[in-house]
């Protein structure tokens, strides 16, 4: 049974840093894809940053340079440390996992960026 559980959230001036953990079990890591999403108020939940099985990341267009996702492979986590952080940036952060070969995906149950001064 695969579980998520994010950790890392909370609330930061512009300009700052944080940094999310996601917490798996039941995921083989070589099997999914895995990444961060997020939802601010009114718009739809994004993808904000993918690694793949073999490793691969990407990035949405608009935190390119800033942040960064990686896992840990021992400690089951996947990670977005997220640097130079805007008011745009704000909204619920998500950790998402989809078996390559079933197609279905896992959410965690998100936890909130809130960038203000």
């Known amino acids: 049974q695969v579980q998520l559980v994010e950790s890392g959230g909370g609330l930061v001036q512009p300009g700052g840093s944080l940094r999310l953990s996601c917490a798996t079990s039941?995921?083989?890591?070589?099997?999914?894809?895995m990444g961060w999403y997020r939802q601010a108020p009114g718009k739809q939940r994004e993808l904000v940053a993918a690694i793949t099985g073999g490793g691969t990341t990407n990035y949405a267009q608009s935190v390119k340079g800033r942040f960064t996702i990686s896992r840990d492979i021992a400690k089951n986590t996947v990670d977005l440390q997220m640097n130079g952080l805007k008011p745009e940036d704000m909204a619920v952060y998500y950790c998402?996992?989809?078996?390559?070969?079933?197609?279905?995906?896992?959410w965690g149950q998100g936890t909130q960026v809130t960038v203000s001064s």
């Open positions: 039941g995921v083989t890591f070589s099997l999914y894809t």
């Open positions: 998402n996992v989809l078996n390559l070969r079933t197609f279905r995906d896992y």
